[in-house]
């Protein structure tokens, strides 16, 4: 059987799971809503009473909340999430393959459009006269995978700056291994470690999605504490010295677009520079929420010259998939109305 072909049937609610530091479960990196709390049964998780029922409401073609930016994104033309998670699995069988898990939160910057509640950093800053520790949050549970998965992503906090990512690797046995395919959101400020690299050589596949938002010192203002030459230095140490693939990960909003083509070149010029150019990718993804960094804020001016930027480097240098719905937001003057249940 396949996944229903309506426009709210989403193939997370039967294959896919996020699990964030303070152990609630959400149906995915988008959702601010949580669907449960997570008691440490894996195999258990999607056949639960909450799964069930997200999975009958969007099967009967309701809208729900917390996928309100995948509906937006397919009205302005975007090929979404929830439509990618669907021609990755296709059929409707419940069964736990990939998974996006937060041990946590512990940060070393305190960007812009981040929340305290993911960056034990930014905490800090925002409660100056609490002890720092107060703001770090620890998943209680450390997960045994299943053999069922297929694909696990890990997201923090920076996941590079403990061992936990390693510790839930190490649940899974060499044969299971050998099928994975593992992700990594990171700021790029710690190099990995040779226990790293031993465990990755043995996964099917390794991705990492470096999260960089402008070029040089711009970055370093609106990724506070962001230190230029550790990225750089991070991006050709994955480049040279191994076989994973990379992906600079930007989100585009009015803090940081001004000095996109100088981003453009920085990563035009390890384009060619790499020899299987398949390897690295360039993913630039405007920021909706908070509302206040939106690019539809730009002046009329600004919004100008990055539709050219677009239009005329975009599709070339970055093989931008949708520039169509950046565009579109740079048109808008109003915001995204929320999903109600």
């Not at 302005?76 to 059929?91: A, V």
């Amino acid at each position: 059987m396949t996944i229903s072909t309506n426009k709210t049937t989403c193939a997370a609610f039967y294959k896919h799971t996020n699990i964030r530091f303070d152990g609630k479960v959400h149906a995915c990196c988008r959702s601010d809503i949580a669907i449960k709390q997570f008691d440490g049964d894996l195999n258990g998780l999607l056949h639960s009473k909450e799964y069930n029922e997200i999975r009958e409401k969007t099967n009967r073609g309701e809208k729900i909340a917390t996928c309100s930016k995948c509906y937006s994104e397919e009205e302005h033309g975007k090929k979404s999430l929830r439509m990618r998670f669907n021609s990755m699995y296709p059929d409707a069988k419940v069964e736990l393959q990939d998974i996006e898990i937060y041990p946590n939160n512990i940060c070393n910057l305190t960007c812009e459009m981040c929340l305290g509640e993911f960056s034990s950093a930014k905490w800090t800053k925002s409660n100056p006269d609490k002890p720092s520790k107060e703001g770090i949050k620890i998943l209680p549970k450390l997960p045994t995978l299943p053999s069922t998965i297929r694909k696990i992503k890990f997201m923090g906090g920076e996941p590079f700056m403990t061992s936990s990512h390693r510790k839930i690797l190490q649940t899974i046995d060499n044969d299971s291994l050998k099928n994975l395919e593992l992700e990594y959101t990171t700021n790029g400020h710690f190099l990995l470690t040779e226990e790293d690299h031993k465990i990755f050589k043995q996964c099917r596949n390794v991705e990492i999605s470096v999260s960089i938002d402008a070029f040089g010192d711009l970055n370093s203002i609106v990724r506070e504490g962001a230190d230029w030459n550790k990225i750089d230095n991070f991006v050709d140490d994955i480049i040279q010295n191994t076989n994973y693939d990379i992906f600079i990960y930007t989100t585009l909003h009015n803090k940081g677009w001004s000095n996109i083509d100088k981003l453009g070149d920085w990563y035009w010029q390890k384009k060619l520079n790499i020899k299987n150019k398949n390897r690295l990718g360039w993913d630039i993804i405007p920021l909706v929420h908070p509302d206040k960094l939106s690019i539809r804020h730009l002046p009329d001016s600004d919004k100008q010259k990055l539709n050219k930027w677009i239009n005329v480097w975009g599709k070339e240098i970055a093989n931008i998939d949708n520039g169509s719905y950046i565009i579109s937001l740079l048109k808008r003057r109003y915001s995204i109305s929320p999903v109600s249940f």
